[in-house]
């Protein structure tokens, strides 16, 4: 309660002294575009009247208002001016400190259209924003032939485990992925074979949040990664392809189709994708060292993928209606399948004790993992009146997931003949929100909302031996879960500028959040029951035209994820066993986090820490000889983090863009072992971006990261480097030629992993390698009409979202 205390002051603290930066000179007005709708992002300039030397300049908000505050008294020309309207002057005279209010400013279409616009240049690859880093991925051409997947591996503090289905942002844990402002909310595995199958080509930037605002689910301790896709606003007919062929070890194919159709007020969009991976090899290996009963016991096992194939098939089909000026329905429908199979893997394993041996086993391992995804969205998005806007979304998602491995026994001493393990999964998760949105005369921006999410999920799984050629199930290892959870959520935010100088934001979230879990049998039931408020501050000042700085708190909630609930086992060796925790509590996190930038160049730092972090416990049961790996609450995790992003040109072709990371963190955990388990890693991670223009549509770039060891739960682990090439080339009608080289070291996918505890005589220790150098050509090609148009602004409820942020 004292932390809540301290926290709460500290908002109310700096409300006090930021309010004593308000000024009352003033200038305000509402600009609109063509049909009598608002035009947002508009530049409005004030100029002196003398010279036309420009004193202040703004962008219309989203709704089309501005405000200049602290004018000086004297005579000035307002200019303001939007892409297909003509510029809009007027003479303005400022006396005294008096507030002055303009009357509705009208742009006029301009009466010739251009032919054809063309636009050169490039984003800068990092932009600061007051919560978020935004990473442009146009801003590296030779991004084309990467998927989603690919481009998340080379975000500054993102770290992507594939096998492990584990996705984190600065190793604060998992991180919720929004795509377009919807959260994907399918367990980690299925969505990371659904980025696999989103290509670079349609995806405009991703934005990495590291402390959301109160509108944003609080279930993101770690942050939010947003991947936002290009959006198309030309009319007609048009859209484009991408087609990717590769070869790594094996084979390799992607390809992509977008479809668009725009006319006056109706907008049906599509798009499909699909990808086929086959690799001959990947290797993981465990190893274990412990100390029973006076004897020193030693294990190792090596798993050997041979040509496992990966597939993903999937579309999404929606369409958006604009029933008047003001008021815009839509609908979207998605479906995909993925599926990674596997035949006749290859797993060894032997042991000593006191450096004698004692065993050598052989099997063989099949697996079959298939699952289905389906969303159905329904939106209705009214602004209302001038300044405000309602959002309304209803979202349903169905996930199957299967998952079948048949371990077979060859050594002849062994009774046991094979070992099979099977999971069918099926969840159901239901979301209905409604946000509201108000902008004030002030400059200010108020936003409320209300949400519901209703998740329903059944798991079937079991584990069965063959012995003497009759199959006999394993009571201890199966289970017929069925968990329901409820979050019931509300929220209220006020952002304001308060002067040129100055802005703040505050909001608060409450939510309701039931889980409950009845394993079937009556012997398990588990249900617990959490109310929670998640303040959040953050404030900017703007020191000058190039520098800033942004000052923010949040408290968030990470809930366990559905890989984690979800009955499962993992079995690649009958001594080594993963499997899940349906009785895993939520985790709570404070955060801090100061950031400077001037100009391109970024520093930040971040203080945090997490109670009941969630993750996996290894450990030996030295009586039965089993490894175990299982999630749990840790008592504890501090973190301090510091980061630095900055560019760097070195003549005129060359571009180079940095981003380091220094980052301590501790985990503590007494409550689960015997023994109280305490470590504390630093972590330095360099990543690094190189961008030649070579002139005459030709571009190439060189990027690489290098992280040293930190730590993940109870374990220590190492990423190795890697360095990958890509070379482009631009044609005429925006066609796009890619060749590049993927992991040129082919090291990317190697991963070093330890738990070492000799206070209990304990060290579990492996590594894999999943790395593939991969040569791949891609070609991009946009069709139909691509020309500029003057048209409505037309703003569904995530355009609105994606403008304001």
Same mark, same amino acid.
């Given at each position: 309660m004292r932390q809540y205390s301290i926290n709460y002051l500290f908002v109310l603290a700096m409300f006090a002294c930021l309010n004593s930066y308000a000024q009352e000179t003033s200038v305000r007005g509402h600009v609109y575009g063509a049909n009598g709708e608002a035009a947002p992002f508009a530049h409005v300039l004030l100029l002196q009247n003398e010279d036309s030397v420009m004193v202040k300049g703004v962008p219309t908000d989203s709704i089309g208002l501005f405000v200049m505050k602290n004018i000086p008294v004297g005579n000035y020309l307002l200019n303001v001016s939007q892409l297909g309207y003509e510029p809009y002057f007027r003479s303005l005279s400022i006396s005294g400190t008096n507030e002055l209010t303009l009357e509705r400013i009208e742009l006029t279409i301009m009466s010739q259209q251009l032919e054809t616009v063309q636009v050169v240049g490039r984003k800068e690859l990092f932009q600061?924003?007051?919560?978020?880093?935004?990473?442009?991925?146009s801003s590296l051409p030779t991004f084309s032939g990467n998927n989603a997947l690919q481009l998340l591996q080379k975000a500054p503090g993102v770290i992507v485990q594939e096998n492990a289905n584990s996705i984190s942002l600065n190793n604060k844990g998992e991180v919720l992925i929004m795509i377009n402002n919807r959260i994907s909310r399918v367990p980690k595995a299925n969505l990371i074979q659904q980025l696999?199958?989103?290509?670079?080509?349609?995806?405009?930037?991703?934005?990495?949040?590291?402390?959301p605002g109160a509108k944003y689910d609080a279930d993101n301790a770690a942050g939010i990664i947003h991947i936002v896709m290009k959006e198309n606003n030309a009319y007609g007919l048009n859209g484009s392809a991408s087609f990717t062929a590769g070869m790594g070890q094996r084979e390799k194919f992607n390809g992509s189709v977008d479809l668009n159709y725009r006319n006056n007020g109706l907008n049906i969009y599509g798009n499909a994708s699909g990808f086929n991976n086959r690799s001959p090899k990947a290797e993981i290996n465990h190893f274990r060292?412990?100390?029973?009963?006076?004897?020193?016991?030693?294990?190792?096992?090596?798993?050997?993928?041979v040509n496992p194939i990966n597939n993903s098939l999937g579309f999404n089909l929606g369409v958006d209606f604009e029933i008047d000026k003001n008021s815009t329905i839509g609908g979207l429908f998605g479906y995909s399948k993925n599926t990674d199979l596997g035949k006749d893997f290859t797993s060894r394993s032997k042991g000593s004790v006191n450096a004698v041996p004692n065993t050598n086993s052989q099997y063989l391992l099949n697996i079959d993992n298939p699952n289905r995804n389906t969303i159905i969205n329904l939106n209705y998005f009214r602004k209302i009146g001038t300044n405000g806007s309602l959002n309304i979304d209803v979202d349903r998602v169905t996930l199957d997931v299967q998952n079948s491995s048949e371990l077979t026994y060859l050594d002849i001493e062994e009774t046991k003949e094979k070992t099979a393990t099977d999971r069918a999964s099926r969840f159901e998760i239901n979301t209905v929100k409604a946000d509201f949105e108000w902008g004030t005369k002030e400059g200010g921006k108020v936003e409320m909302g209300v949400k519901g999410t209703f998740n329903n999920s059944n *798991?079937?799984?079991?584990i069965q031996n063959r012995i003497a050629g009759i199959w006999e199930k394993d009571e201890a290892f199966s289970a017929n879960d069925n968990i329901s959870e409820e979050i019931l959520a509300a929220f209220a935010s006020h952002s304001k500028k308060w002067d040129a100088k100055w802005e703040t934001n505050l909001g608060l979230r409450l939510e309701h959040y039931n889980y409950a879990l009845d394993d079937g049998r009556g012997e398990n039931d588990f249900n617990l029951t959490y109310d929670n408020l998640f303040p959040v501050l953050r404030t900017s000042y703007v020191i000058d035209s190039t520098k800033s700085l942004n000052l923010a708190f949040n408290r968030r909630i990470m809930r366990p994820s559905f890989f984690y609930l979800a009955g499962?086992?993992?079995?690649i060796d009958p001594t080594l066993l993963v499997s899940s925790n349906t009785r895993i509590r939520p985790s709570f996190t404070n955060s801090y986090r100061l950031a400077y930038n001037h100009g391109s160049f970024l520093i930040a730092v971040e203080i945090y820490r997490t109670v009941g972090n969630i993750a996996f416990y290894n450990t030996v049961d030295k009586e039965r000889n089993l490894q175990t790996s299982t999630p749990i609450n840790f008592d504890r995790m501090d973190g301090y983090l510091i980061n630095m992003s900055f560019p760097i040109k070195i003549g005129k072709i060359w571009d180079m863009n940095w981003n380091l990371d220094g980052a301590y963190k501790k985990v503590i955990d007494a409550s689960n072992r015997p023994l109280p388990f305490k470590k504390g890693v630093f972590t330095i991670t360099a990543q690094l971006a190189n961008v030649f223009d070579l002139g005459n549509s030709? *571009?190439?770039?060189?990027?690489?990261?290098?992280?040293? #060891?930190?730590?993940?739960?109870?374990?220590?682990?190492?990423?190795? #480097?890697?360095?990958?090439l890509g070379v482009s080339k631009k044609f005429k009608n925006e066609r796009l030629l890619t060749f590049s080289v993927q992991d040129i070291t082919a090291t990317s996918g190697i991963r070093e992993w330890e738990y070492n505890q000799p206070e209990l005589g304990i060290r579990t220790f492996g590594d894999n390698d999943f790395s593939e150098r991969v040569f791949q050509l891609t070609f991009s090609i946009p069709f139909g009409n691509q020309k500029v148009k003057v048209k409505r602004n037309r703003e569904t409820g995530s355009q609105e979202e994606r403008n304001r942020m």
């Open positions: 600061l924003k007051s919560d978020r880093l935004i990473i442009n991925v696999k199958g989103m290509r670079a080509e349609n995806i405009d930037r991703i934005e990495l949040i590291h402390q060292e412990y100390d029973y009963q006076g004897d020193q016991f030693y294990y190792e096992n090596s798993f050997k993928f *798991t079937i799984s079991r499962f086992s993992v079995l030709w *571009t190439a770039n060189l990027d690489g990261r290098y992280m040293s #060891p930190y730590i993940d739960g109870d374990q220590v682990k190492y990423l190795h #480097p890697y360095i990958n």
